[in-house]
């Protein structure tokens, strides 16, 4: 069993000469203490030379099946005082919930004597007897014989409506040539009479024959789906009985998984999603390594002082996540309950909270009476975040007044530099959304990557898709994802680093800077890229030129504006 004597580690080498952090690191942006990167460094030395479990992080010869880790290191003082770090992994590791120095689970779910594996076992045995009886050779062959049945009712219907059809032509012809015959005398008007009342008999006979072999039809249909349903039935209640016995699990889960807070105040998961926009806890939520930790630390009254949590392996196909890269915590899992632990300790103020244009100047590098071009500064919103109002958009609002139409045509990412263009009426919006739709407008990126490219040049096709439980970062995603082509070739190499243009033909969000880090793109991220790379001063990615025709006069017009890297 884990207690805090075995999974309190002491720094292996004296830390008096760093300061203590004055206040909790802010979990969702940031940069790791010093004494968070030891104690990191040290756990990674400890995954290289430990022995008492196997896992296959695809660090080695052998990468079929394997599986990267989220790993993450908390500095605390203990009760006696001593600085050091707890240790924690996300989810499972070498297939247990419970390894050696590192902190448990708020909740096991796999232990032997618990509710969850006895109440799962239930419902795996319903499973069990769902596939027994859909795979019953009946369903099937008589779900077969239906969907022939009503191929053919269809069929036949349709042949016999096409013959009604025809009839009623051949009708309309008679009647017209009776009506002349009576007309000009040619026929009595007895015979007429009796010649249109069999005309009209054969009209009320044909929709008689229609009605009655739809009956025919609906009988044989609705015996062959009484026959399915009498086989489906037992499946539905099954079915019924699995859902409502996953409910109440679910619900029990959630209930186990009790977080505190240095005031001892504890929530569970269901209190804690219930203000969020679903209501319920994604998959995994209180299984990431941060809430792991500050529970371990609140329970045995341990001061947080500091945390930072790191890749370890392989990256995942979908995300992008590089070995021993430092990452923050996820939004959609861990935002609602680190909201909750974190409450009342004094944290790093927010970066996402401080406007990160203020006192940069939005150059404006052409203008007319339809269009303004300007060269947006790296760092600087596109328009009005949740929390900064500051923006091109509201810039150019205040420096066109007059301007009529909503200005903004397309955006570049808050750390992307380079040029936009901006409609100052409702016209040239208009014109100028029609060359964007049809992709006539030519946009060339440059960028900065971390290493070398294998090859001069190519074509990056990766469709994607937004993390529900990550925003704002992006997945590659071959089956939901949006598809997003990139063309790039190589500029020059600068000692460990590549300078590279990048041709976007789609513009997906975060599109170039996934392409270039993804593992099946370039895998070299962007020079400072803090979400799919590291963090740096700035983001080296620009967009250096732009080819539009004018809204108005239809003249093509080039511009180029070099970035300062």
């Known amino acids: 069993m884990n207690t805090p004597d075995n999974c309190f580690h002491h720094f292996n080498q004296p830390i008096d000469q760093y300061a203590l952090p004055q206040k909790f690191t802010f ?3 940031y940069e790791p203490h010093p004494l968070s990167e030891l104690a990191a460094k040290q756990l990674q030395q400890h995954l290289c030379t430990q022995t008492n479990w ?13 599986i990267g880790k989220m790993f993450g290191v908390l500095v605390v003082r203990n009760t006696q005082g001593e600085v050091g770090f707890l240790s924690a992994f996300s989810g499972k590791l070498a297939d247990s919930n419970l390894l050696p120095g590192f902190v448990p689970p708020v909740f096991d779910m796999l232990s032997q004597d618990g509710f969850f594996l006895t109440e799962q076992a239930k419902i795996n045995e ?15 062959e008589i779900q077969q014989k239906l969907k022939s049945v009503l191929a053919e009712e269809e069929n036949q219907l349709s042949v016999w409506r096409s013959q009604m059809a025809e009839g009623r ?64 039935i037992p499946i539905d209640v099954l079915k019924e009985q699995r859902k409502s016995q996953s409910k109440a699990l679910q619900k029990k889960l959630f209930a186990q998984y009790r977080f505190l807070n240095c005031f001892g105040d504890a929530k569970d998961l269901a209190e804690l999603f219930q203000d969020t926009v679903n209501r319920v806890p994604p998959a995994g939520a209180g299984e990431c390594a941060a809430p792991k930790l500050l529970q371990y630390a609140f329970l045995h009254g341990m001061k947080p002082l500091a945390m930072a949590e790191f890749w370890w392996g392989q990256s995942p196909k979908s995300e992008i996540r590089r070995h021993k890269y430092y990452y923050p ?22 970066p996402l909270l401080v406007n990160p244009a203020e006192g940069k100047q939005l150059d404006i590098i052409y203008q007319d009476d339809a269009i303004a071009i300007v060269n947006k500064p790296a760092e600087f919103l596109s328009v009005p975040g949740k929390n900064i109002e500051d923006s091109v958009y509201s810039r150019m609002k205040a420096m066109f007044p007059d301007a009529t139409g909503s200005l903004i045509v397309h955006r570049l990412d808050m750390s ?7 409609a100052l009426n409702h016209r040239a919006h208009k014109q100028l959304q029609k060359q964007f739709i049809s992709r006539s407008i030519e946009k060339r990126y440059v960028a900065l990557i971390d290493g070398r490219p294998e090859s001069a040049e190519g074509m990056i096709e990766l469709p994607l898709r937004g993390d529900p439980d990550d925003r704002p970062r992006q997945l590659v995603c071959l089956q939901h994802g949006k598809p997003a082509e990139t063309r790039w070739e190589l500029c020059e190499y600068r000692e460990t680093q590549s300078k ?15 392409h ?50």
């Open 27 to 29: 979990p969702f942006c």
């Open 416 to 422: 992307t530099s380079g040029l936009m263009v901006l």
């Open 169 to 232: 032509r051949q009708r309309k012809s008679e009647r017209t040539v009776l009506e002349n015959q009576l007309k000009t005398g040619a026929i009595a008007s007895p015979d007429y009479q009796e010649k249109m009342a069999l005309l009209g008999q054969q009209s009320v006979a044909e929709k008689r024959e229609l009605k009655q072999r739809k009956e025919f039809w609906e009988a044989e249909i609705t015996a062959i789906r009484s026959g399915l349903t009498q086989l489906q």
């Open 329 to 350: 915590s996820c939004s959609g899992k861990c935002q609602p309950i680190l909201s909750h632990m974190l409450d009342g300790i004094a944290m790093d103020d927010n």
């Open 54 to 66: 196997q896992h296959n992080f695809g660090l080695g010869k052998e990468t079929e099946g394997a």
């Open 500 to 514: 590279v243009y990048l041709y976007p033909k789609t513009g997906r969000t975060h599109q170039l800077r996934v």
């Open 516 to 565: 270039c880090a993804h593992v099946d793109g370039l895998n070299l991220p962007i020079v400072g890229d803090d979400l799919y790379g590291k963090k740096s001063h700035r983001l080296y990615l620009h967009a250096d030129s732009l080819t539009i025709r004018h809204p108005i006069s239809h003249e093509v017009m080039r511009f180029q504006v070099d970035p300062n890297f």
């Open 126 to 140: 319903i499973n069990r007897q769902i596939d027994v009886l859909e795979s019953q050779p009946d369903i099937p």
